[in-house]
């Protein structure tokens, strides 16, 4: 097969969701369609059930779970799809934002009954900076759900995108009877029945009378109208417009039920990007150039505390990627190889000799990668768009076992190398400071310098409420600032300096007074 074949029959992807909306069902369904798996209830659920902070158990159990299902590879019509797995709770939200740099296209799942929660909105937003095209799919029609107007309204106003149906509901919760394809023309028809794969499905003309027949006078006129409206309303169809992150296609179904799945597979296949050119801090980066080249996402621990090892998640962007063939890490311009590189079949890890733009691979690492690193074939270039976003919670950390500052000083390096949070070190002093989305990351972080490294330390709340990188065209300056704001000042893992403000106001002052320092919320600025 040629590398445009190759690249031709990939498509990468994440499902994401506000917590219970059905992400994980509907990663089921697909991967059962897939033939990946045979039984329902076969991916487990990779989110933390409890709002305990010290429930380590689950944590541990989470991390396990997380390796198995980060990457699910199937088959489906000559295509080879990889769905890249998020985790739901909000605490690990920056770990999605960065696989979502990973993926070429995105499905959104919304709860029919809650429309466009909090959590959804946020993800939305990293769509958006990069224009990612998005599927939704709004799920639970089997519930007494909103009118479907408004929620195509509600997800135009909060998401940001234009919307378009491609299938319509008659009807929700028990008298749910179906959906209409707008775009095949076809009614399928809701039944109840938890196994079954295919639906029943009529090519119907919606003037016709056997409309009428199979709905009843009611439904059918209301069909009718609705469409009209539909029609009327929303341009038709268009796929680049969606390539280009412009137009969000949705589906109506119930994930639980199988109902709505395939339609939203075979549109998906039909519609969805294959791998995308990329963007470099020197050049845009296409997949079918011929050399090789990608970039790590993710780093995971080792479950295993006496293999100290990671797991490197590196996207292949470019070019084919060989078994024990030296790549140029241009971070740390140094050449590398991998003796056993893995893919990730369903939750089996199988050797890979190559793969291509699009595919994920596992690499294990021993401390060599952070996230954001590139890989190439010797051009020195650096893939952009994985931005670390200001931290909302910042914390001293505290060593209590003198006796073991080494332990702590490379465990948290290598943690925050992870991504588990960032760290920042103060100018004065040399003082740590740890900043996370979530305050279950302090626990994680200090459960795992006791396990793995062996070394233990406190937290001391900070007051700070945002990180902003600093950066100036004037270099005197910046150090004067520097120099001037002392105990707020500090740096990040690339010594770049960050100003901590402890309020909005704060800040705002602080830009104001400052016109020649530009204050970034994200560390990638240009
Ligand atoms: P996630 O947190 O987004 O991964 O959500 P899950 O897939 O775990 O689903 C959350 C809950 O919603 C589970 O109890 C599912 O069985 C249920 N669920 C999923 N899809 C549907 C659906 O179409 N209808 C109904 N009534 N429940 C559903």
Request: hydrophobic share 35%; net charge negative.
């Amino acid at each position: 097969m040629s590398i445009h074949q190759e690249i031709g029959r990939r498509r990468t992807f994440a499902i994401i969701s506000h917590p219970d909306a059905g992400k994980t069902t509907l990663t089921e369904k697909l991967l059962l369609f897939g033939g990946a798996i045979q039984t329902a209830g076969a991916v487990k659920s990779n989110k933390i059930k409890k709002s305990a902070t010290s429930d380590f158990m689950e944590i541990e159990k989470q991390r396990g779970i997380s390796v198995a299902t980060s990457v699910m590879t199937f088959h489906y019509n000559d295509l080879k799809i990889n769905i890249l797995d998020t985790p739901g709770h909000k605490d690990f939200a920056e770990d999605t934002y960065r696989t979502l740099t990973a993926v070429d296209s995105v499905i959104l799942v919304i709860d029919c009954v809650k429309g466009v929660e909090e959590q959804t909105e946020r993800l939305m937003e990293v769509c958006r900076m990069r224009d990612t095209p998005v599927i939704i799919f709004v799920n639970k029609l089997d519930r007494e759900g909103k009118n479907p107007f408004d929620l195509l309204d509600e997800l135009e106003e909060k998401l940001n995108i234009r919307v378009r149906p491609l299938t319509w509901p008659v009807n929700m919760g028990s008298d749910f009877k179906g959906v209409y394809s707008l775009y095949e023309k076809k009614l399928y028809f809701f039944k109840v029945n938890k196994t079954k794969v295919e639906d029943d499905v009529l090519p119907i003309d919606l003037d016709g009378t056997l409309l009428d027949e199979k709905l009843g006078a009611r439904d059918a006129a209301q069909l009718r109208e609705d469409v009209e409206l539909i029609e009327g309303v929303y341009d038709p169809f268009d796929p680049d417009t969606y390539r280009a992150g412009q137009l969000a296609p949705v589906f109506f179904g119930s994930a639980v039920n199988n109902f709505g799945v395939k339609e939203l597979l075979d549109t998906f296949c039909e519609i969805s990007p294959e791998p995308i050119s990329r963007p470099t801090d020197k050049r845009v980066v296409n997949p079918d150039e011929k050399n090789f080249s990608g970039f790590i996402f993710k780093i995971h621990a080792n479950l295993d505390p006496r293999h100290r090892d990671r797991i490197a998640f590196l996207r292949i962007c470019s070019g084919k990627f060989e078994r024990n063939k030296f790549y140029h890490h241009t971070r740390l311009d140094k050449d590398v190889r991998f003796a056993s590189p893995f893919s990730f079949m369903a939750d089996s890890k199988s050797l890979v000799e190559e793969g291509f733009p699009g595919d994920v691979v596992g690499l294990y690492d021993t401390g060599t990668f952070k996230i954001g690193d590139t890989l190439t074939e010797g051009e020195e270039l650096q893939f952009q768009g994985i931005p670390s976003f200001s931290p909302e919670i910042f914390k001293e950390l505290i060593n209590t076992d003198p006796m073991k500052s080494k332990q702590l000083e490379k465990g948290i390096q290598q943690l925050t190398d992870e991504g588990v949070a960032q760290l920042f070190t103060l100018s004065v002093g040399n003082r740590k400071i740890v900043g996370t989305v979530g305050d279950l990351q302090f626990d994680v972080i200090q459960y795992r310098l006791e396990h793995e490294y062996g070394a233990k330390c406190r937290w001391v709340p900070m007051n700070i409420s945002r990180a902003c990188w600093i950066t100036s065209d004037d270099k005197k300056k910046l150090n004067e600032f520097i120099r001037l704001k002392g105990l707020q000042i500090a740096y990040d893992k690339d010594q770049n300096p960050v100003f901590l403000a402890d309020s909005d106001w704060m800040l705002r002052m602080n830009r104001d007074n400052n016109p020649d320092i530009k204050f970034h919320l994200t560390s990638e600025f240009k």
